[in-house]
């Protein structure tokens, strides 16, 4: 299979002013496109709130996209919506805050309605910590949730609801995956594979991928060294940076020590005829490294090591 790569939009670069994003200026977000583009990257995957920033810089998210179709990128795949959890307001556990997160997602998704968007991918229960016990009644309740966004999301705009599980959410185990897309129906809820998450919490991502191939809409690739041996996932408010056994979760695929399996993987992805786009991702890569040499890197082996995979 021939896959179309896309780049999942985390990036910082050194400045004389500190760290900073492609989002402080259009010369720094030119530098990020014209990167990303350069070594065949055609797809970006973006977080929702990110339409209010680049509005004000381009007028318009339409406006975005035309800047990015003029320089390489082909289109805006997939959209993460940064959902805030909280029980008083809006927590898929919470039957009771349903109604206003079926509402603020339709509001988000009308923002970004003039772009073709394949996916609104949702982390589908709130923190392990937050949530716990994680009994079936929970997870019962999320799929309820994230079934009726997903149909309003599909009905009404053309978009799938897809859930990526990070380590540290409630719904984290195999089993309690599993058992989420067992309760949520399938023509509206789709599963996104986040490769080092599920290895960092002890799940395998490709027998995980088997178990649900006909429920997948994308892939998070990036890889980890590490597994959480030391309870990090119950750490809050970020479990990604505050864990006590190390400062860097992901790294890039390829990378030395790496605990994913990708080859193994693009042989299931190309068994169960997947054909669609693959994202590259590896946030906080900046932590002891380079955003702009981790994309690199991972392109490379995109192209020389799984390319050689893929039939």
Known sequence: MTYRWAYMDHWRVDTPRGPQTQYANRRLMDDFVKQIAAVGFEGLDMFDFQVYGLSGMFGSIGKYQEYLQDHGITKIVNLFRGIMYDPRVADAHVRATHDEIVEST????????????????????????????????????????????????LTEFGVRTTGHHEFFCAIRTFEDIVRFYELTDPRYVSFFCDTAQHCI??????????????????????????QDTTGAYQHRPDAELMAPQTDRWFHEMGTEGGLVDFQRLVRAMDAHGYDGWVTVEHDKANIGGDYAESTALSMWYAKQVLGKVAS
């Not at 998070?220 to 060294?225: E, L, N, P, S, V």
Request: net charge negative.
């Open 106 to 153: 339709r509001r988000m998704l009308g923002m970004w309605s003039d772009l073709q968007i394949e996916n609104l991918i949702v982390m589908p229960a709130s923190l392990y910590t937050s949530t716990a016990p994680v009994t079936d009644d929970k997870i019962a309740a999320a799929a309820e949730c994230w079934t009726r966004v997903g149909e309003m999301s």
């Open 201 to 226: 919490a002890g799940v395998d991502p490709v027998e995980l991928y088997e178990r649900l191939h006909d429920r997948v809409s994308g892939f998070h690739f990036k890889d980890t060294r590490e």
